[in-house]
């Protein structure tokens, strides 16, 4: 049975920073995503990372301040999230793919985890 554990969310202050983790279980993915979902918007792809090489993903609203990384011993991916603000605030979901095709689109994620909420305050 497929299960994401997510942990790390919380509330901090603009130009703090936060560490999400993802814990995959029970098959094996091509690619590991974080997507967030503020009230009223879409839900938007953060980072992705592949389980094997090097490629990674970030949207622009990110680039600079967050990092995707994985510890394969452990099967776990980890966003770090530095130099927060307000608008980054949103709930945050694990997401697993099986596919190795890269895509930003949510439907074309298989598993997802039950999301974590991350808040910044100004």
């Known amino acids: 049975q497929v299960q994401l554990v997510e942990s790390g969310g919380g509330l901090v202050q603009a130009g703090g920073s936060l560490r999400l983790s993802c814990v995959a279980s029970?098959?094996?993915?091509?690619?590991m995503g974080w997507f967030r979902q503020a009230p009223g918007k879409e839900r938007e792809l953060a980072a992705a990372?592949?389980?094997?090489?090097?490629?990674?993903y970030y949207a622009d609203s990110v680039k600079g301040r967050f990092t995707i990384s994985r510890d394969n011993a452990k099967n776990t991916v980890y966003l770090q999230m530095n130099s927060l603000k307000p608008e980054d605030t949103a709930v945050y979901y694990c997401?697993?793919?099986?596919?190795?095709?890269?895509?930003?689109?949510?439907?074309?994620?298989?598993?997802w985890g039950q999301g974590t909420q991350v808040t910044v305050s100004s």
């Open positions: 990372i592949r389980w094997s090489g090097s490629s990674t």
């Open positions: 997401a697993a793919r099986r596919l190795p095709i890269p895509t930003t689109i949510s439907d074309n994620y298989d598993y």
């Open positions: 029970g098959q094996t993915f091509s690619i």
